[in-house]
């Protein structure tokens, strides 16, 4: 099969249809440059949208990522930004390895389709030429003869007349001679024509033609080829993809079996929790006996005889049941003593990380500048030692500064954290006297805080209560127990004062044994000789646990 044999008189056909070969590649690679179009579009409003529902920066929205279902969300447009890096994949694939590599082939075949037909027209001018040349001298060799055959027979009749001199005669014998030559010339310039021009018709047809036609094909099936093997490579540019795609959303389905309802719970009873205890039930006031008439308490209080305390209500929060949860309007105080209890140790907790944070910041400051002024001071050339004093004094000052911030908060931290028997494993084991004593100072809380004018939250009558609570039979725990073993031991990173009962001062730099660890309260139980022991805050110490304990442990 072969377009030289077969086709060998459809020249123009085969031009069209060449073209319309090169119109439908081109029509091909417009449809994938659309694609990709499409495909970057695609990318680019995923990604639009993923960054438009990412949790802004230092905002509310932001510490709602908490919760694990807010996690997962946010996993998610993570996961549906690498998806969109996947289509970008797509257009970036396809634009190389098909769009530019089909017009640059575009280009040589319009260029192989030009030089191919070029040589075919050129080769039909010349068949003819060839054919007009033989056709000139068939018509000469027609004239030639006609010619010769009048001045024949013009011959014959002068000849036969008797009346014509015998000059005349013998010119026209000439003449006729002469004609008959040139017809013999005539004749043999057509035939040596002919002959030629039989060759050059067999070479256009059967070798120049089919040559030509031959090329054509083997462009177009090349072509054809060109488009099987892009077709192919479009497929294979989308399947590569697939598994990361696969990944992607692979990530957002663990990211949705990570939710835990049960976790999300416990960290809206975190975030709200104020430690308060419920009130207690409302006694009637019997109007019927106006000489037994007595003040209306608060549906916080109980009878004295039940260990609880009154709390009276004022005029503007009369027949409110919770009147401690009343929100103040602008900045609170710098302890944070607006908040209930709870609460105000997470805002004293992470106000005492983030002033660690910033000590540690200027440390690393610190300690670099003093590498350099090391530098300097071998190498002067490199720079003045004395140009870093000036920083590193007032590093040393912030530092300062920032360490007297810190036990500052972790004062009213370690005050906050003794007055909840929640999260003091002391307090835990006291009798069941204590427990209702303790109820009582924080219904007294409750009671300070709607005594306040702007209904914020106040703790002094509470300290008082705490304070008397911790000294019933607070001393008498050590003295029943027996004394528990060193299971490491802990150096003081700060001083403190061991204001409240069951803890102990420590001076910085000190070393104690360590005979209970942090149970999560934030306390730790150490000794310092066979008599003398008792809680510190966790963050005031650097401990070192015993490995034969509890295993190689340190708390910073």
């Known amino acids: 099969m072969s377009w030289g044999t077969e086709l060998w008189d459809q020249f123009e056909n085969l031009e069209k249809h060449t073209q319309w070969g090169i119109d439908f590649l081109e029509k091909y690679i417009k449809f994938v440059k659309e694609r990709t179009e499409i495909e970057i579009n695609y990318a680019k409003q995923l990604r639009n949208l993923s960054k438009k529902y990412q949790p802004k920066k230092n905002s509310k929205e932001e510490e709602e990522y908490k919760y694990t279902s807010c996690k997962a969300f946010q996993t998610t447009l993570t996961e549906m930004t690498d998806y969109a890096g996947q289509h970008e994949v797509i257009s970036e694939n396809m634009t190389l390895q098909i769009t530019a590599e089909l017009t640059r082939f575009v280009q040589e075949m319009k260029q192989e389709k030009k030089s191919h037909f070029h040589d075919g027209r050129k080769a039909q001018q010349h068949i003819e030429t060839c054919w007009k040349h033989l056709e000139a001298s068939k018509r000469r060799f027609e004239r030639d003869c006609k010619e010769a055959d009048r001045a024949q027979q013009y011959f014959e009749k002068m000849d036969a007349d008797i009346n014509v001199t015998k000059a005349d005669v013998e010119k026209a014998r000439q003449q006729a001679q002469a004609r008959n030559q040139m017809a013999d010339d005539s004749k043999s310039d057509y035939s040596s024509t002919l002959q030629k021009f039989n060759v050059e018709q067999h070479e256009h047809y059967y070798t120049h033609i089919p040559h030509i036609f031959q090329k054509l094909q083997e462009m177009e099936e090349k072509r054809i080829v060109r488009l099987c093997e892009s077709l192919k490579i479009y497929a294979e540019v989308d399947r590569q993809v697939v598994p990361i795609i696969g990944k992607c959303l692979d990530g957002i389905t663990k990211a949705a079996e990570s939710i835990d309802q049960t976790h999300d719970s416990q960290l809206v009873i975190d975030a709200f929790k104020s430690g308060f205890e419920p009130p207690g039930d409302v006694e009637f006031e019997d109007f019927s006996q106006p000489m037994k008439r007595t003040i209306s308490e608060s549906s916080l209080s109980n009878s004295r005889s039940d260990g609880k305390p009154e709390v009276k209500f004022g005029s503007k929060s009369k027949g409110k049941l919770w009147p401690f949860i009343k929100k103040n309007k602008g900045a609170g105080p710098e302890d944070f003593s607006n908040l209930p209890p709870e609460q105000r140790r997470k ?207 340190t708390y910073i």
């Not at 440390?363 to 003093?370: E, K, S, Y």
């Open 347 to 553: 805002k004293l907790q992470q106000k005492v990380d983030d002033l660690n944070k910033d000590i540690q910041k200027e440390i690393d400051q610190r300690d670099a500048l003093t590498k350099m002024k090391d530098v300097y001071i071998k190498n002067p050339q490199m720079g003045d030692p004395a140009s870093v004093d000036q920083k590193l004094a007032e590093l040393g000052h912030n530092i300062e500064k920032l360490q007297q911030e810190v036990q500052k908060f972790q004062g009213w931290l370690a005050e906050v954290e003794g007055r909840l028997p929640a999260r003091n494993e002391a307090l835990r084991r006291q009798s069941g006297a204590y427990e209702s004593q303790n109820t009582s100072a924080v219904s007294n809380c409750a009671q300070d805080r709607e005594s306040s004018p702007d209904g914020s939250y106040t703790e002094e009558q509470s300290q008082e209560n705490e304070v008397k609570v911790m000294t019933t039979d607070f001393d008498d725990e050590f003295d029943d127990e027996e004394p528990l073993p060193s299971i490491g031991t802990c150096k003081a990173l700060y001083s403190f004062e061991g204001h409240n009962e069951g803890t102990i001062s420590v001076t910085e730099g000190e070393v104690f044994h360590v005979i209970e660890e942090d149970k999560g309260d934030g306390w730790t139980r150490v000794r310092r000789n066979e008599d003398e022991e008792g809680y510190v805050p966790t963050s005031y110490v650097e401990v070192y646990l015993d490995r034969n304990a509890k295993g190689a442990m």
